[in-house]
C-alpha cells in the first residue's frame, strides 16, 4: 500500500509551522548580525505554505519530489535561522 503523500504534505507544514517562528517581531527579526536574510527568508517559506495548503485544499495530490523540495528548502531556512539565533 502506497503512503498517503497528501497526509505527508499536511504533515511537513505542521511541522513546519511548528518549528518556525513565522510570528516573530520583524525588530527583532532585523535586530543583530544577518546571515542571509532572514526576514525574507521567512517570508519566502510562508508564502511556500500558504501555497501548498491551499494546492492541497483544492485537491492536488502532490508528488515525492514535492515533498522533498519543500522539506529541503524548510531545513534551510531553520538552518539559517539558527545561525542567526533566531531559533
Not at 29 to 49: D, S, T, V
Not at 51 to 63: A, F, I, N, T, Y
Request: hydrophobic share 35%.
Amino acid at each position: 500500500m502506497k503512503p498517503d503523500v497528501s497526509a505527508a504534505m499536511r504533515g511537513l507544514i505542521q511541522e513546519v509551522k511548528r518549528a518556525i517562528p513565522f510570528d516573530m517581531p520583524a525588530a527583532r527579526i532585523c535586530g543583530g548580525r544577518c546571515i542571509g536574510c532572514p526576514k525574507k527568508l521567512l517570508n519566502y517559506l510562508e508564502a511556500e505554505l500558504e501555497h501548498w495548503q491551499s494546492r492541497l485544499d483544492g485537491g492536488h495530490v502532490p508528488s515525492f519530489g514535492d515533498l522533498s523540495r519543500l522539506g529541503r528548502s524548510s531545513q534551510k531556512v531553520y538552518t539559517a535561522l539558527q545561525k542567526n539565533q533566531l531559533v
